[in-house]
């Protein structure tokens, strides 16, 4: 069974950090371009930061400096340390995988398989 399945999410305040991590399942990992986005009620959905099968990074403006993306290709994780929270942080943070070749890494649509989503919340 393909799936996604993330965790680590939680309450924090302004200035803390918590790590996401994202387990896979069901196809080649290693293979496959992995991205964490996030979507904050009444937004959006958007791009957080992706790292492809050749471990390229990319990050959106929101998180350069302070989210860093990895992956373990020998345990199927895919991971998101946030460091510096701030409130605007605040989203369900959600994994997706297997990215249509030649789409931008930010673009939700281009992704075949989603997780269910791990709330975070930063209070000020």
């Known amino acids: 069974q393909v799936q996604l399945m993330e965790s680590g999410g939680g309450s924090v305040q302004a200035g803390g950090s918590l790590r996401l991590s994202c387990v896979a399942s069901g196809y080649t990992f290693s293979r496959a371009s992995h991205a964490w986005f996030r979507q904050a009620p009444g937004k959006r959905r958007e791009g957080v930061a992706a790292?492809?099968?050749?471990?390229?990074?990319s990050y959106a403006d929101s998180g350069k400096g302070r989210f860093t993306i990895s992956k373990d290709n020998a345990k199927n994780l895919v991971y998101l340390q946030m460091n510096k929270l701030k409130p605007e942080d605040t989203a369900m943070y959600y994994c997706?995988?297997?990215?249509?070749?030649?789409?931008?890494?930010?673009?939700?649509?281009?992704?075949?398989?989603w997780g269910q989503g791990t709330q975070v919340t930063v209070s000020s």
């Open positions: 997706a995988a297997l990215k249509r070749n030649g789409d931008s890494w930010d673009e939700s649509e281009s992704y075949q398989i």
């Open positions: 790292i492809g099968s050749d471990a390229t990074i």
